[in-house]
């Protein structure tokens, strides 16, 4: 696998699992762009998602990696992002359908639902899945029309 440019954000409740997976992009050559947080200390995600979200769809990254304590609320707010796709998983089949069908570009992932091992299965699975096409493509162009919709341009 070619390095890649991930955009990685967690809240508070994915602090940890969010430093282990940089470590391991990192050992693996890959580049990491921290959005934050940086502690255990309470805070709210909808911001350092965003942030993450609007890196990968501005193209200073490959793929983003977004991390809570169930990854539901920091999937959500990625999602508003104009041309995110982020898609939580909680393991490697659902990251490998993410990227085959869904052409996912941000992954979410709960920091209290998923240990360590599995957690770098799945970003593994995730980095070195690519997109299939073909029969999948008119779904993304419909989702994209209602999301340009949506936004009035």
């Known amino acids: 696998m070619s390095p890649m440019t991930v955009a990685i954000a967690s809240d508070h409740a994915g602090f940890r699992l969010k430093q282990v997976v940089a470590g391991w992009l990192r050992d693996r050559g890959h580049s990491v762009l921290d959005f934050g947080t940086d502690s255990e200390e309470p805070v709210d995600y ?9 890196a990968v769809v ?5 793929v983003g990696i977004v991390l809570g ?3 539901q609320g920091e999937q959500i707010a990625a999602n508003k992002v104009h041309g995110a796709r982020a898609a939580l998983c909680h393991d490697e089949t659902t990251a490998r359908l993410a990227r085959q069908h869904n052409d996912a570009n ?5 920091g209290r639902l998923l240990g360590e091992t599995l957690a770098l299965a799945v970003v593994d699975v995730f980095l070195t899945t690519p997109f299939e096409g073909g029969r999948h493509q008119p779904r993304l162009d419909q989702i994209a029309a209602v999301e340009t919709e949506e936004c009035g341009f």
């Open 106 to 110: 941000v992954l979410s992932l709960g």
């Open 69 to 71: 304590g169930s990854g």
């Open 46 to 54: 909808p911001a350092f998602c965003v942030a993450a979200a609007r």
């Open 58 to 62: 501005g193209g200073q990254a490959d």
